[in-house]
C-alpha cells in the first residue's frame, strides 16, 4: 500500500491515529481522494477495504495491550477506538473466537 501515495498516507492515518472514529468518507478527506477512488486503490493495493483493514489494526493493538500490560479491558476498547467495552468485546469475540478477558487470561497462563 506505500506504493500509492494516497494509500500510504491513509495507512499512516489509520496506523497514527487508530481511536479515531473513521469512515471511509472522513479518510478519503484526510487523504484528499473520493472516497470510491481511495475504496477502489486502498484494496487494490492492501488487499482489503480499509475499514475491515482498521478493524484488524485495531485488534492487533489491542491483543498486544491485552498481553503486555493490566491495562482494563474498557481502557484497551477506548485506546483502539470502541465507545464501549460491550461493543469491543463483540467485535474481539468475533475476531478471535473469544471474549478479551477470556483470551488475556489463557494467553498470560502459558
Do not use: C
Not at 500509492?4 to 479515531?20: C, K, Y
Not at 474498557?74 to 485506546?79: F, G, K, P, V, Y
Not at 465507545?83 to 488475556?104: I, L, M, Q, T, Y
Amino acid at each position: 500500500g506505500l506504493r500509492d501515495p494516497a494509500v500510504g498516507r491513509a495507512l499512516a492515518a489509520l496506523h497514527g491515529r487508530p481511536a479515531t472514529a473513521w469512515s471511509l468518507n472522513l479518510l478519503a478527506r484526510e487523504v484528499g481522494l473520493s472516497r470510491s477512488v481511495l475504496a477502489e486503490r486502498f484494496t487494490e493495493y492492501v488487499g482489503q477495504p480499509a475499514m475491515q483493514y482498521l478493524a484488524n489494526w485495531r485488534m492487533q493493538l489491542a491483543a498486544n495491550q491485552l498481553l503486555n500490560g493490566a491495562a482494563s479491558i474498557a481502557s484497551i476498547a477506548e485506546r483502539v477506538g470502541y465507545e464501549s467495552e460491550a461493543a469491543f468485546s463483540r467485535a474481539f469475540k468475533k475476531a478471535v473466537g473469544v471474549p478479551p478477558s477470556r483470551w488475556r487470561t489463557r494467553r498470560t497462563d502459558r
